[in-house]
């Protein structure tokens, strides 16, 4: 059975740092390229960070570059976000994501809340 748990949310002020962490089970985790998502209210998704599970090959959405890490630790089957130098504008419900191409499967995680202000 599949599962995945984020955790790692919360409310920082703007400068501050958080760390997000993506728990994954029941799938073969270095089959999938891993991203996180955000979301905030009345957006759409987009995406921040991706890791792609050949190469670990990194890429980041321009607002996020030089303040955001994604990083995983396959014995652990866990994918991380480190945020720092956080903005008010990057408030939003963020999301694990894994994604295999052949055959095609997609996961998404539950959800963590990261609201930066002060």
């Known amino acids: 059975q599949v599962h995945l748990v984020e955790s790692g949310g919360g409310l920082v002020q703007p400068g501050g740092s958080l760390r997000l962490s993506c728990a994954a089970s029941?799938?073969?985790?270095?089959?999938?390229?891993m991203s996180w998502h955000r979301q905030a209210p009345e957006k759409e998704r987009e995406l921040v960070a991706v890791?792609?599970?050949?190469?670990?090959?990194?890429d980041y959405a321009d607002s996020v570059k030089g303040r955001f890490t994604i990083s995983t630790d396959h014995a652990k089957s866990m994918l991380y976000l480190q945020m720092n130098n956080l903005r008010p504008e990057d408030t939003a419900t963020y999301y694990c994501?894994?994604?295999?191409?052949?055959?095609?499967?997609?996961?998404w995680g539950q959800g963590t809340q990261v609201t930066v202000s002060s």
């Open positions: 029941g799938f073969a985790f270095s089959d999938y390229t």
């Open positions: 994501n894994f994604q295999r191409i052949m055959p095609p499967k997609t996961y």
């Open positions: 890791i792609h599970n050949i190469g670990g090959i990194t």
